[in-house]
């Protein structure tokens, strides 16, 4: 009996979710963006079926409404969940547009930046999927190896598996890569209009740099109500954490 009120109440959420949703791009496509906020909101308030679809199309009604951090955000928030996207990456950019700071990002050099460009190909699930297609073929590799009668095609199973374990190795260790890079990357937007960077976790310290609405930078540690953070050309500094949103 539980399990069938279980089910039910998961298929109605399903339904509701759905049905706000839908109901979110009837107003957006009539220019009612305010509603279809509140639509899109009203999904991910109640942790219903979230969906890069939905954050993408909440990032839309924010740039519509010139609301520069809500738009970033949910961007950002849109990537997480499916990397790459181009459309939501083109949206992004043009929305960037609209902020007042211009922080350069400084890119890695050498080795570091190789393994990063390398393993940032895919993400860490893509990866993982990799993965597993290179096992299975390695499984068949090995099943040929081992019910070949002729020596030629031995050495060429054996050949095959090597190089194919070499592979899985690297795929193994790109994706584990890319596991510890995602959870310990923490992207957050800056929603005050203006913030100030300091020195220290407090306000006497020294202001380092006045942020803007909409500005991207990275929590590394928290201390309090404190957020230390870094910005993309390397800057450290702390921040009051009420004034910048987490992505993830």
């Known amino acids: 009996m539980k399990n069938i009120l279980y089910l039910f109440l998961l298929i109605s959420q399903v339904f509701f979710a759905q049905s706000s949703f839908e109901k979110g791009n009837d107003f957006y496509q ?27 199309n909440l990032g839309n009604c924010y740039y519509k409404l010139n609301k520069v951090a809500p738009s970033i955000y949910n961007y950002e ?54 993965s597993v297609a290179i096992s299975f073929v390695f499984l068949l590799s090995f099943i040929g190896y081992y019910f070949s009668q ?23 260790a790109a994706g584990m890569s890319e596991k510890d890079h995602f959870d310990n990357d923490r992207p957050a937007i800056v929603f005050a209009e203006i913030s100030e960077m300091r020195s220290e976790p407090q306000k006497a310290g020294s202001a380092i740099i006045l942020l803007h609405e909409g500005a991207k930078v990275y929590v590394t540690e928290t ?26």
């Open 30 to 56: 009539n220019g009612k963006y305010q509603q279809a906020i509140a639509e899109y909101e009203n999904i991910i308030k109640e942790d219903q079926q979230q969906s890069a679809e939905l954050y993408y």
């Open 77 to 130: 928030k849109a990537l997480v969940l499916k990397p790459g996207d181009p459309q939501t990456l083109n949206n992004l950019k043009f929305a960037k547009k609209l902020t007042i700071d211009e922080i350069k990002e400084v890119p890695k050099v050498g080795f570091a930046k190789l393994i990063q460009n390398f393993t940032g190909i895919f993400d860490y699930n893509t990866w993982a999927k990799i």
């Open 150 to 172: 002729r020596t030629i095609t031995k050495r060429i199973y054996f050949i095959g598996m090597f190089v194919l374990l070499l592979v899985l190795l690297l795929s193994v």
């Open 223 to 248: 201390l309090g109500q404190w957020k230390k953070i870094e910005l993309t050309d390397g800057t450290e500094g702390w921040i009051d954490g009420s004034t910048i949103k987490e992505v993830k």
